[in-house]
């Protein structure tokens, strides 16, 4: 399809940021994606959450792989940097862009045949790495952009629109990225703005591997009956375990909650995460309970949202690399090349 | 067991002879073996070492080929070995056999062997080593490590090598702890005492003080085009181990830790991400170029492959990326430790669909600093993935090459890159827009500015302006500029070297990277023969005008190559139309490093086929 160019006009009435920017300006080209599909709500939540933290545009790159929802990123921040890489391999290149320039904020968006089939390998080693991003899997259990087929994350039961059933064992993203050391682990579903754009503010503010397993529903392949990523399947199967804001500390704190059932959480880069709990037996900072309660609740069947697991002073992979704080691609000759003299040097040790 | 020097006269040669070690993998043989070639050296004496090593860790064998040449001869010679230094039982018949007559046997005689496993045609000389050992040291650990020192030392007897180098040397490698120098002094004494009371010192074969190394270095090819990704200012590496590259990581990481650690907050100018595979590898490359830093990743065939997809990606986009391919034989596992010229295809034309690459061949490791500072430039500059063809030969052995030399004036050429001044200014921006003429648009950093500059990077098909599109006119125009932008790789990558015969000929040899010391030998050789070939070697792909020049300046050419199928010949006669009767194979294979005699012998043979007239131009 080719582009056409939004209108450039607004409403003068629009909200401004504090960078002056309305919601019109993180947002970008008109979606080509299925009316209704889940994943342009995950990008109009993308918009959202970028204009609520007064990020500057340009500042923010987005990196996807291949498929329905790595098609997103045109359609969210238009004055951003975009990569439509290859199918499964966003990862590497989101790790190379970052040690380029640790100073953007990159967001990698993804999906479930994407991370969870042919990208697997570079899906877990790039939460192993602990590489500071925002990675989103929007999950819709299907290939989409392919016409329908079974993804790794289909539910073993799940049935196809044509009946046939799916015999294989469900990947676990979610389950994964706690195991593999990720520092923020968060699912949410698309139909959900209340949960969901918290979510993905409080992602971009974590200085670490952030990752959202985001379900979002496909209209044209996975929404009928038997599919376990349908809106009517998700809303009835979500046991949502707490709600997010992110407080960055222009916020007055107006409305009062009962004993026990708030908790400030205060990230590395000073915003505070308010989780607003709604089961009390839910710790976000205990790894293992996480995974025990999402293998516990999985098994009942029951979805599990919210933000799971979370360590507010994360490392990232340019702290395990102790590297400079200047981004590599503004150090020239003066800061990398040894010179004729250490040169000389070597030549005399080698003789 | 005293010399058998009744029976037959040894060779006779002073500094000009090859001398072969027979050892276990993993036995401590590699130190002094490097000992004797490095001793070598600092008499003066140029000599080329070659480590013929099996995929393996420990107990197979391993052999270590020492060329000596006064005449400065770095490349194979052919033809057998004139010393055997047999330490491994396993390949006894072989090393024996593999002796050339009035050559030399050296083994450790501690048990007698039946004459049947020697040749009359030999001098044999055996040295009782497992019993000197034995007498001098209590535990087993000492007697095998010190056992190759003995030997060491029993040579430096037989050859008359001065042994004070061979002390200075000990000296050096165990700085600091004066124990293990005194140890390994005593043990390189015991055994040249040894070999002065009971065997006649010195053989036929002797070494002899001499000039001609001059100031020249002795460095591996991948330490030297690791020393290069550093000058040439690369912050980012990405690789998977594999043989043979994994050295060319290991000392870029080396180095960085020397150069690159800033002295004050003591934090590195560097990434290097042992990654999970040869994809994650160039992934993140690429991802790293894209973002304005200089990277590259090393590796082998297998990777090659593996890299395809992500080299088309980098081909069609336009981003950055430097590729060291440390070759060696294929196809598939191949010979992991054998030496072979077989991805030039496959990196010349990587990834489907129409794409061409651009290719440096190094000859040594002079060239792989020079050239590997060079690619980053290249990578910027053409905005497009570099190969560097290295192999095993050239990359993990020590070699004898120029000093390395760095011109302090020189600064990093990133090419086209639009700033945020001229996006202010109101530069027209259009990433795939050929402003120049010359095939290479701009592009812009992510971050530059906060409303201009920014577009989309992807694979698939789009306009100048980087939207997407699949419009016929919008990818053709496309592709078609990204052949122009290849025409002007020509001008940018490292010219041919010629070499014109001492008598004029109408025959011209062809070759590239490691073939190198061996062709110019062979071409000494065929000249006493009286048969006179002028040379060409190739530096760079795309071919410069001189290549064609060349070819249409002789009415035969050998194209020189160790690959089965001919690889650069194919590429001449597809880049070039050269007519591919005009183009004689000479083809070497089999994993060993080209030879000066094979080079010889083959064209040689192969000149009394040629008298046939040209029936048509060579080059149209």
Redesign the interface.
């Known amino acids: 399809m080719t582009f056409i160019p939004k209108p450039k006009l607004h409403h003068p009435g629009l909200p401004k940021n504090a960078l002056g920017f309305t919601r019109r300006d993180y947002e970008g080209a008109v979606s080509t994606l299925c009316a209704g599909c889940g994943h342009d709500s995950i990008s109009g939540a993308i918009v959202r959450a970028c204009f609520n933290l007064d990020l500057p545009p340009h500042r923010i790159a987005k990196l996807s792989g291949i498929g329905c929802s790595s098609k997103t990123p045109t359609y969210f921040l238009g004055a951003s940097h975009g990569f439509n890489s290859v199918h499964g391999r966003m990862p590497s290149v989101l790790t190379g862009a970052n040690l380029a320039n640790r100073d953007l904020i990159y967001l990698g968006v993804s999906g479930d045949g994407d991370s969870a089939s042919i990208g697997i390998g570079q899906f877990a080693h790039i939460m192993r790495r602990g590489v500071n991003m925002t990675y989103i899997v929007e999950n819709n259990g299907v290939y989409g952009l392919t016409k329908g087929q079974f993804s790794a994350t289909s539910d073993r039961g799940a049935k196809s629109r044509r009946g046939v059933e799916n015999k294989d064992e469900a990947i676990d993203l979610v389950g994964m990225a706690l195991q593999l050391g990720a520092t923020f682990v968060a699912r949410s579903f698309s139909g959900d703005k209340d949960q969901l754009i918290p979510l993905i503010e409080a992602a971009l503010k974590h200085q670490g591997a952030a990752f959202i397993d985001c379900i979002s529903p496909c209209v044209a392949f996975n929404n009928h009956e038997g599919s376990h990523t349908s809106f009517d399947y998700v809303r009835e199967h979500n046991i949502a375990v707490n709600y997010l804001d992110v407080i960055t500390g222009r916020e007055e704190i107006t409305v009062e909650y009962a004993a026990g059932t708030v908790e400030m959480v205060k990230q590395h880069d000073g915003s505070v995460l308010r989780l607003r709990k709604l089961a009390n037996d839910y710790d976000v900072h205990d790894r293992i309970a996480a995974m025990t309660y999402l293998q516990e609740r999985g098994a009942a069947g029951e979805i599990v949202t919210g933000l799971l697991y979370v360590d507010p002073d994360p490392e990232d992979l340019h702290r395990h690399m102790n590297t400079v704080s200047m981004p590599f691609n503004d150090l020239d000759e003066t800061a990398l090349c040894p010179g004729s003299t250490a040169l000389e040097k070597l030549n005399a040790s080698l003789r | 067991m005293l010399q058998l020097t009744e029976r037959v006269t040894g060779l006779q040669r002073v500094n000009d002879f090859v001398v072969k070690f027979a050892n276990v993998n993993g036995s401590g043989s590699a130190s002094a073996n490097a000992l004797f070639a490095k001793a070598i050296?600092r008499m003066g004496v140029p000599m080329t070492p070659r480590n013929i090593f099996p995929s393996n860790i420990q107990g197979l064998p391993t052999w270590y080929q020492v060329r000596v040449s006064e005449a400065g001869y770095l490349g194979a010679r052919g033809g057998g070995v004139d010393l055997m230094v047999a330490m491994n039982p396993q390949t006894w018949a072989q090393d024996v056999a593999e002796i050339v007559p009035g050559g030399y046997l050296f083994y450790d005689n501690t048990k007698p062997m039946p004459p049947s496993k020697f040749r009359d045609d030999i001098v044999v000389i055996g040295v009782p080593l497992t019993e000197i050992t034995n007498k001098a040291y209590t535990e087993s650990r000492q007697r095998q490590l010190f056992k190759n020192i003995v030997y060491l030392g029993a040579l430096a007897a037989l050859l008359q090598m001065d042994v004070a180098e061979i002390e200075k040397l000990l000296a050096e490698q165990f700085r600091g702890r004066d124990k293990l120098v005194a140890a390994n002094v005593q043990a390189l004494h015991m055994g040249r005492d040894w070999a002065l009371a009971h065997l006649e010192c010195p053989i036929g074969l002797t070494l002899r003080r001499a000039n001609t190394v001059g100031?020249?270095?002795?460095?591996e090819g991948n330490a030297a085009a690791a020393?290069g990704a550093?000058?040439g200012?690369a912050?980012?590496c990405?690789w998977y181990p594999i043989t043979p590259s994994s050295s060319l990581a290991e000392a870029f990481t080396r180095y960085c830790n020397r150069?690159?650690v800033?002295p004050e907050?003591?934090?590195?100018?560097?990434?290097?991400?042992q990654?999970?595979?040869e994809?994650?590898?160039?992934?993140?490359?690429?991802?790293?170029?894209?973002?304005?830093?200089r990277?590259f990743t090393a590796t082998s065939g297998p990777g090659i492959s593996l890299m395809q997809?992500?080299v088309g990606?980098a081909y069609f986009a336009e981003i950055p990326a430097v590729i060291f391919d440390v070759q060696r034989a294929g196809p598939s596992t191949g010979m992991p430790t054998r030496t072979q010229q077989t991805d030039i295809l496959s990196c010349a034309y990587a990834s489907h669909g129409d794409t061409k690459h651009v290719l440096l061949f190094p000859e040594d490791p002079y060239e792989c600093f020079e050239f590997a500072a060079l690619s980053f430039d290249l990578a910027d500059r053409l905005q497009t993935p570099i190969f560097m063809m290295l192999d095993l030969e050239i990359g993990m052995n020590d070699r004898l090459c120029k000093?390395?030399?760095?011109?302090?004036s020189?600064?990093?050429d990133r090419g086209k890159v639009m700033t945020a001044e001229e996006l202010e200014a109101g530069k027209d921006f259009g990433r795939y827009l050929d402003v120049d003429g010359d095939g290479i648009p701009y592009r812009?950093?992510?971050?530059?500015?906060?409303?201009r500059g920014?577009?989309?990077?992807?694979?698939?098909s789009k306009d100048r302006r980087a939207?997407?599109?699949?419009?016929g006119p919008d990818y053709a125009e496309n592709m078609m500029r990204l052949l122009k932008k290849f025409d002007t790789a020509k001008q940018l990558v490292p010219r041919p070297i010629t070499r014109t015969a001492a008598e004029p000929t109408r025959l011209g040899a062809i070759y590239f990277g490691s073939t190198s010391p061996a062709m110019d030998e062979a071409e000494e050789i065929l000249a006493e023969q009286g048969i006179h070939v002028d040379l060409l070697r190739v530096r760079g792909f795309p071919f410069h005008n001189d290549v064609k020049t060349f070819i249409s300046e002789h009415d035969q050419l050998f194209v020189v190559e160790q690959n089965r199928d001919g690889q650069l010949r194919t590429l001449l006669i597809n880049e070039l139309e050269i007519d591919p009767a005009r183009l004689t194979r000479v083809l070497h294979f089999d994993g060993t490093p080209i030879t000066a005699r094979f080079i010889s012998g083959a064209i040689a043979d192969k000149v009394g086929e040629l008298k046939v007239v040209p029936f048509r131009k060579a080059v149209p």
């Open positions: 050296l100031d020249r270095i002795f460095i020393l550093v000058y200012g912050t980012v990405a150069y690159r800033d907050t003591k934090k590195n100018k560097f990434a290097i991400v990654a999970e595979d994809l994650a590898s160039i992934g993140i490359v690429i991802g790293a170029a894209w973002n304005g830093a990277a997809e992500f990606l000093p390395l030399i760095w011109d302090d020189r600064k990093m812009t950093y992510p971050g530059t500015h906060p409303s920014a577009f989309f990077t992807r694979g698939t939207r997407y599109s699949e419009e």
